[in-house]
């Protein structure tokens, strides 16, 4: 185990100045062994999560409706979205499909009320190589580019928090150059495709883009976003069992080994309810980041690095025609 943890930070990357780093070495502290019982009661709190159909965001809408929370979920269509709601006691859903950005309008269009938090929960991980019907690489697609339009869209409608799912597998991704037309590429799907390799860029991307949002909110105020990784969960993500590289081939072996999916939604749940968190901040399990009870922790150097989160913020706009002063609630 030990030397998997290794394999991961030794895949660190600087490239470029990273000047929110100093501003995000953060005295939040969460408490020690943080769990459910510490969610205070929600009602009159609204909470939007993308994907909680299964796994981590199924236990995340279970957690926030148990403590008299309002809470919408999306889901992919009306049949598991109404199996959903009975299954964690949740009041409304709203389809939605992250790899068609028709969809993820036609789901912004849906969102009428405001929400303390919106939980940007949803992803796959490590299919074979498929293309979106927007032409987009389909992990980099649902897991970045849905999300960066579907907020932007719902901007005006959210008043507390963001808080976006992001993984310990971040540190596998690098964008390449991190030029626009690189970073268009990859979103794109042009060149070797690599399943670990866009999942890990998909990862990046969300930190990158959660880092971006907090350099937004200390100029102009908002919403705070925070990032989340639940380490090793037993969710149904690792469905595609890529014979293609170490970490696929160890698929059955973490299967056996992994948290369940409850407790792999605490980094999330804490993100979103804790009060004491007052500016962006990362959370994730406690033990080598793979297990365990919610800590602050730190992504790799380049998940803060401010000229490569504007270049994938300009590329998202443009590819999505989503510029955030064009939301449906403007």
Known sequence: MAQLVAR??????????????????SKVKIPARWDTSAIPD????????????????LETAKALAAKNAHVTITARSAAKGEK????????????LDLADLSSVHKAAKEVKKKYDVVFLNAGIMVPPFTKTVDGFESQMATNHIGHFAFTGLIVKQITGRVVVTSSFAHRLGNLGDGTKKEIENR?????????????????LANLLFVNELERMRVK???????????GWAN????????????????????????????????????AG??????????????????????KITRAKSLAYDAELAANLWQVSESLTGVTWENSVHA
């Not at 929600?42 to 965001?57: E, P, V, W």
């Open 8 to 25: 991961f930070h030794g895949m660190e990357e600087v490239r470029g100045s990273n000047p929110l780093i100093s501003t995000m070495k």
């Open 42 to 57: 929600l009602t009159g709190k609204n909470f939007l999560i993308t994907g909680a159909t299964s796994g981590l965001g």
């Open 84 to 95: 959903a709601l009975k299954q964690t006691g949740a009041q409304e859903f709203i389809e």
């Open 187 to 203: 979103i794109r799907g042009i060149g070797k495709y690599s399943p670990w390799g866009a999942y890990g860029d998909s990862k």
């Open 220 to 230: 102009n105020g908002g919403f705070i976003p925070v990032a989340a990784h639940p």
């Open 235 to 270: 969710t149904n993500l690792f469905a595609h069992d890529e014979k293609t590289n170490f970490f696929a081939q160890m698929g059955h072996f973490f299967g056996r080994i992994a948290q369940s999916a409850s407790q792999g939604a605490l980094p999330q749940l804490c």
């Open 273 to 294: 309810t804790y009060a004491g968190i007052s500016k962006s901040v990362f959370i994730g399990p406690e033990h080598f980041e793979l297990r365990g009870h919610p």
